[in-house]
């Protein structure tokens, strides 16, 4: 064999390799849109998989979110812990007075309105 016909023959290869390395990640690239889209959420599929929120609302309501910029493990923390403080106020751990000024703490820190 020559030298050309092994450097086409090289070429074929790798265009065969290359061609089945792309057709096989194709489909994953897909899947990743669908998580992060899934992400962007914050939790809201819910209320549209028990017919709360109709699909062109939730999109609207996400759409809502990300352009006032919440960022979702900020906005899951500020939820959790908006939750606590809610449970230790109906255990009467805290007045009402009490609980109102930790939310708004909690409020401005995570920067939620």
Known sequence: M??????????FLFAIIYLAVRLAIRPLLHKTEEIIK???????????DIEILSPLELEEVIE???????????????Q??????????????????DYLSRVDKLRKYYKVS
Do not use: C, H, P
């Open 64 to 78: 809502l979110y990300q352009s006032r910029g919440e960022k979702k493990e900020g906005y899951e923390q500020y």
């Open 80 to 97: 959790k812990y908006a939750k606590v403080l809610n449970e230790l106020k109906v255990m009467d751990y805290f007045t009402f007075e």
């Open 38 to 48: 899934n992400k962007n959420g914050f939790g809201l599929v819910k209320l549209r």
């Open 2 to 11: 020559d030298m050309e016909s092994i450097l086409l023959l090289t070429l």
